[in-house]
């Protein structure tokens, strides 16, 4: 099935740096879900953003709902060590529709070099 | 925000056995759940979406008869591996939406 493009695929950065990723698709969503995944675990929601242009914090993540609704950005201020993990954004076209499923992207997976 | 719990989270069976994994809403009723596969290093593959006093719905070049779904009330689906062989060893993730959607903790079966 379709799948989101995420870039970077990885990143490997210092303890304190700012981390930033993407997600674009060929199709517009109505609403862009950023999810953070621990190995051996379930993806995690970190932030919904359900409208374009929208600007959505959580601690020290920030995301942006593109203005054209085919792009996603998240950011992550001042990494430590529990930031480690793979982030996925994920979108969804009919948000009201409970049974939409959900389009992922492929992943950033993020190391911290110690 | 809401919960979803899955269980077991690991199961190790011998091939040709098959295996029931589980998934509650703890905390809301879900008409629909979606199961997926997870593959080493990739990301989340849907398998079917599970409906409430309904059949599943698959994804294509997913096996009905292989992977039996049931989703016999509003917080309960169940995912059966059937004769599962060792190409079915894999992490599987169960979710359920409220607004959004949440996931279980995932159930890595083993097939020796």
């Known amino acids: 099935g379709q799948q989101l493009n995420q870039s970077p695929q990885s990143m490997f950065i210092q303890e304190g740096e700012d981390v930033s990723m993407n997600c674009t698709s060929s199709?517009?969503?109505?609403?862009w879900l950023w999810y953070k995944q621990d190995p051996g675990e379930g993806p995690v929601l970190l932030i919904a953003?359900?409208?374009?242009?929208e600007l959505t914090s959580n601690g020290r993540l920030t995301a942006q709902f593109g203005i054209t609704r085919k792009d996603s950005f998240l950011n992550i201020s001042a990494s430590i060590p529990s930031d480690v993990g793979i982030y996925f954004c994920a979108g969804q076209l009919r948000p009201n529709f409970g049974n939409e499923k959900l389009t992922f992207g492929t992943g950033t997976r993020l190391t911290i070099i110690p | 925000g809401a919960v979803v719990s899955q269980h077991p989270s690991r199961v190790i069976c011998k091939s040709g056995t098959s295996v029931k994994i589980e998934c509650r809403s703890l905390?809301?009723?879900?008409?629909?759940m979606f199961w997926y596969r997870q593959f080493p290093k990739q990301s989340l593959m849907l398998m079917a979406t599970?409906?409430?006093?309904?059949?599943?719905?698959?994804e294509q070049g997913v096996e009905k008869d292989k992977f039996l779904i049931n989703h016999a009330s509003l917080t309960l689906s169940t995912l059966t591996v059937t004769s599962a062989h060792p190409e079915d060893s894999s992490f599987y993730i169960c979710?359920?939406?409220?607004?959004?959607?949440?996931f279980g903790q995932g159930t890595r079966l083993t097939v020796v």
């Open positions: 199709s517009i969503f109505n609403t």
């Open positions: 953003l359900y409208k374009a242009g």
């Open positions: 599970s409906n409430e006093g309904s059949k599943a719905t698959y």
């Open positions: 979710s359920a939406r409220q607004a959004e959607a949440f």
């Open positions: 905390d809301f009723q879900a008409t629909t």
